[in-house]
């Protein structure tokens, strides 16, 4: 059997730690929060949905990679142009695009602190640079954010870990400060 040839991988990647999931209990009456599952079962409604894709013709083809009739409608409730929708595979697939997309190589990625983990590491596999800006004693950004010109800043709302909210002012305040594009990740 062949071996992945290790000298043919980034240098940055493969400096990485790999990633360790949290511990997932499968008994008892614990309710996870930490991986964004649902403790509750989907409604009828969307079982019934499910079931009929099962049966439609539409399963065995490729949805369209662009998302036109999603994005159309997205926009249109929105009041945007669709054009400026951007779908992917997940949310992190989303915060990927984005990280290759805005920070170059050696650039710089800034997020609040303690936040989202993936941030970390999107910036150690673009090798780019991350500065994490600790939030204030009552969980709100600080008067003025250090790294205006980073290429990209994270900032996710509610926070995880912390549950926590960041104000509407508060995101527009550091949004103006920026150079570069602010994501606001909600998921």
Request: net charge negative; aromatic share 6%; no cysteine.
């Amino acid at each position: 059997m062949a071996k992945l040839n290790r000298d043919s991988l980034r240098k940055s990647v493969l400096d990485m730690s790999a990633y360790t999931p949290g511990e997932q209990p499968q008994e008892g009456s614990i309710i996870k929060l930490n991986t964004n599952e649902n403790p509750y079962p989907p409604s009828p409604r969307v079982v019934d949905a499910i079931k009929n894709a099962l049966t439609s013709d539409r399963l065995r083809k490729y949805p369209d990679p662009l998302g036109t009739k999603f994005k159309a409608a997205a926009g249109n409730a929105l009041g945007i142009d669709p054009d400026s929708i951007l779908i992917g595979n997940g949310s992190d697939d989303i915060l990927t695009i984005l990280t290759r997309a805005f920070v170059p190589e050696s650039g710089l990625m800034a997020s609040a602190t303690p936040s989202y983990l993936l941030y970390k590491t999107l910036a150690a596999i673009q090798n780019a640079r991350i500065e994490l800006v600790p939030f204030t004693a009552t969980w709100q950004l600080p008067p003025v954010w250090p790294f205006p010109e980073a290429n990209l800043t994270f900032l996710a709302n509610p926070n995880s870990p912390s549950g926590t909210m960041v104000e509407a002012t508060e995101i527009d305040r550091l949004a103006q400060s920026l150079k570069g594009p602010l994501v606001i990740d909600e998921a």
